[in-house]
């Protein structure tokens, strides 16, 4: 009876390890693209949609803008109808059960479609009511180029 027991024991065993846990659930792209979508609109309204009530910015050199009020406010603001195009590419995604991270980086284009600077995002997403929100953002731009240091000394003068 007992080796039938462990027999039994075993073939559970290795049947639910046989069982496939379900695929993670995908990144949200479709929201994502929808905040480009909207930036270029200048849609500062829908953009602020689509973050968490209490969503954060994290915005460079400047203090952190909470809540999807002020969000909407810095938007507005900050992204005025007429002002530079960007383009931004996701380096990468990860979810997390109702968390998700999103990498990536921008450049904004002159009229002429010229880089005029890059930089670098990262976004924490958070799943609320079943609806993918973003729940903290924050980017830098990446730093210029910097020349060397002039010098007052004047070059060798071959001898």
Known sequence: MTRTMTMIALAMLSI???????????????????????FAA??????????TEDAQLLPPDME???????????????????GPAFEFATIETLV???YAHRQGSF??????????????FIELWKKVDGKW???RDMWSRNA???APPATDVPPDEPS
Not at 16 to 38: L, N
Not at 64 to 82: D, L, M, S, W
């Open 16 to 38: 639910s390890g046989c069982m496939q846990s379900p695929a993670p659930e995908p990144f949200p792209q479709d929201v994502a693209d929808a905040w480009v979508q909207r």
């Open 42 to 51: 200048h849609d500062a309204a829908g953009i602020a949609a689509l973050y």
């Open 64 to 82: 952190v803008v909470g809540g999807r009020a002020a969000i909407q406010e810095f938007v507005a603001k900050n992204n005025p109808p007429g």
């Open 96 to 98: 997390l059960g109702d």
């Open 107 to 120: 450049t904004v284009k002159g009229p002429d479609g010229t880089a005029l600077e890059s930089g670098k």
């Open 133 to 135: 929100l973003i729940h």
């Open 144 to 146: 210029p180029a910097t």
